[in-house]
């Protein structure tokens, strides 16, 4: 059973934040990733045959690691391999950092800093951010906010649920390959073709979830789970990704915003469908209530995750 080292994995995550430091597992995993991708491209020429590689040696050696060092943290004491547990659980979520983001953005605008807010919100997004408006900023980070819902918590709490620390951090490296070289361009269109494609089967599941414990997360928070529910179930699958709608669908309804729509990608408009038809104007504050939304999913998902784990043999 997982389930105590994951609740005290979302503790550790509420009271030390997110640990920070070049020491990261997921940091050291991005490392590791493009090492691989410079062999695969550099040594064996290889590309859709090295990104299949990627995918499949980068969390089946962080599986091992993970679950190797559970083994002998287990053979010491069986407190220390809960511990041990415990702490890879705390570094495959990430709701505190995501929060941090956000409210650090809000309190830039809050403080007229609009250029802070901007140079804060590039460092967390892909798009431009010279030319946002108030609007565009709020609107970008909540789609961050509610887009990482499922990536940075309710999948890998999933995978704890179903295979403790060392399934959650595997689920990572996966995620993480997808962040690094799941790009439609022409450096990664075959290379990152097979990594897309599994982390897009990783959280598929979660995804589809997420819209009901965004929903009951929603009316806790006393916000609109109805609309969440109702929002996420018709606008989720307005995105090329079949996952990624999911989360800002529901927190689309959940506000009472749309999210989506026109965005510019160095110097390129894309065009993506809207999300929700709310009509409240966004604003600094619209921040905190999406904090509130992510702080609720958080508890709602871990006490899921611990009664899964409690039901699995």
């Known amino acids: 059973m997982h389930g105590f080292a994951i609740g005290l994995g979302y503790i550790f995550d509420l009271l030390l934040k997110d640990p920070n430091s070049a020491w990261h597992p997921v940091r050291l995993i991005g490392i590791f990733i493009t090492a691989q991708e410079r062999f695969y491209r550099g040594v064996l020429k290889l590309e859709l045959a090295g990104g299949l590689l990627l995918a499949l040696v980068t969390p089946g050696l962080v599986y091992i690691l ?12 069986w407190s220390l391999a809960i511990m041990g547990d415990a702490l890879l659980v705390w570094c ?27 140079k804060a919100l590039s460092m967390i997004v892909g798009r431009d951010t010279a030319n946002m408006d108030t609007p565009a900023i709020v609107r970008a980070t909540i789609e961050t906010v509610a887009e990482n819902s499922v990536d ?3 999948s890998p709490l999933l995978y704890a649920a179903l295979g403790g620390g060392p399934l959650a ?5 996966v995620n993480t390959c997808d962040s690094m070289v799941g790009y439609q361009n022409e450096r990664y269109e075959r290379f990152g073709k097979i990594p897309a494609r599994v982390d897009d089967a990783a ?22 789970g109805q609309m969440a529910l109702a929002v996420g179930l018709r606008d989720r699958l307005k995105h090329p990704s079949p996952n990624s709608a999911h989360g ?23 065009e993506k469908p809207w999300l929700g038809d709310g009509a409240k104007t966004m604003e600094a504050s619209t921040l905190a209530q999406a904090c509130r939304l992510l702080r609720w999913t958080a508890s709602v998902a871990t006490l899921c995750a611990i009664s899964i784990s409690l039901l699995l043999p």
Do not use: C, T
Not at 66 to 77: D, I
Not at 92 to 118: F, H, T, W, Y
Not at 169 to 173: C, N, V
Not at 250 to 268: D, E, M, Q, T
């Open 169 to 173: 951090m595997a689920y990572r490296a």
């Open 66 to 77: 993970s679950f190797a060092l559970l083994v002998l943290l287990e053979r010491m004491h």
């Open 92 to 118: 495959a979520i990430s709701p505190s950092a995501l929060v941090a983001e956000a409210r650090g953005i809000q309190s830039r605008l809050e403080a007229g800093d609009d250029a802070g807010a901007k």
């Open 203 to 224: 959280n598929f599941i979660p995804a589809r979830l997420a819209l009901l414990l965004i929903s009951v997360s929603a009316w806790l928070a006393g916000l609109n």
């Open 152 to 154: 940075g918590l309710i």
């Open 248 to 270: 800002e669908a529901a927190f689309a309804g959940a506000l009472n915003v749309r999210l989506g729509g026109p965005s510019s990608y160095a110097g390129a408009v894309k």
